[in-house]
């Protein structure tokens, strides 16, 4: 069975805010990786909306229920932004760490900390009140006792922080390690009921020694995928990843 790619469009806004021009739309973006086969459009709405912007996900979230996929919303777990989830309605709500001063998300949730166990406790139980049959998941690292947490917060799904295997495979540095983890964390997870996606970092080379193993359920990818696309176009980098999930090559 081919594993779900979900195709994060962020940085097209990071292109257009850079000129704080209408361009490169955004929907326009999503309009054609709905068309060339993506199962779902990933967003993340960040407290200082340095990419994404409020409208973007209404606009987007238009298209996507019109194409019959989900709308994966990313968050952090903060008022203004749930305020925003709890208006725009996504299928799917993937909560995430938040800080304005890094570059991008740099690890998953910190759920030992008791401060943030609650908040996260608290934050899915209004989404969940105010979005009716909202799936939820939680973007975690692949570690026994915070899985052991998610398992407490009954998530429609965990998505693993792929980050440090990603620049492990870049330098050629041995991913074996993050291999047998993501395969232990998965064995934790089996018979639970909650899913099993992967996200951040993955470049097509990257992405294939997961799909091997088959045990990824879900993959949402967005800063290489765009990035190709403007050397290649944003249809043939779609298909490019597609490609590998389907094991065509």
């Not at 305020?83 to 690890?107: H, N």
């Not at 009921?193 to 359920?217: C, K, M």
């Amino acid at each position: 069975m081919k594993a779900r790619l979900g195709v994060n469009i962020d940085h097209v806004a990071t292109l257009r805010q850079a000129r704080g021009e209408f361009y490169p739309r955004v929907t326009r973006a999503a309009e054609l990786v709905i068309a060339t086969g993506a199962d779902q459009i990933t967003m993340h709405l960040r407290e200082d909306r340095r990419h994404i912007q409020d409208q973007d996900m209404y606009d987007v979230h238009k298209l996507t229920k019109s194409a019959g996929i989900p709308l994966n919303f990313e968050m952090g777990a903060n008022e203004d932004i749930i305020d925003v989830a709890l208006k725009v309605k996504p299928e799917w709500i993937c909560l995430v760490p938040e800080k304005r001063e890094e570059k991008t998300t740099e690890g998953g949730l910190n759920l030992k900390d008791p401060n943030t166990f609650e908040r996260i406790e608290s934050c899915m139980a209004r989404l969940r009140t105010g979005i009716e049959n909202v799936k939820i998941s939680l973007f975690v690292e692949a570690e026994h006792e915070t899985i052991k947490l998610c398992q407490e917060l009954k998530p429609e799904a965990v998505e693993i922080h792929t980050g440090e295997y990603a620049k492990d495979f870049l330098e050629n540095k041995s991913i074996q390690k993050h291999l047998d983890t993501y395969k232990q964390t998965f064995l934790q997870l089996e018979n639970s009921g909650i899913g099993f996606h992967a996200g951040h970092g993955l470049t097509v080379e990257s992405l294939r020694p997961l799909v091997e193993q088959s045990l990824f359920i879900e993959y949402n990818i967005g800063h290489a995928l765009i990035s190709e696309s403007i050397f290649i176009g944003l249809e043939a980098s779609v298909k490019e990843y597609l490609d590998v999930l389907t094991k065509r090559t």
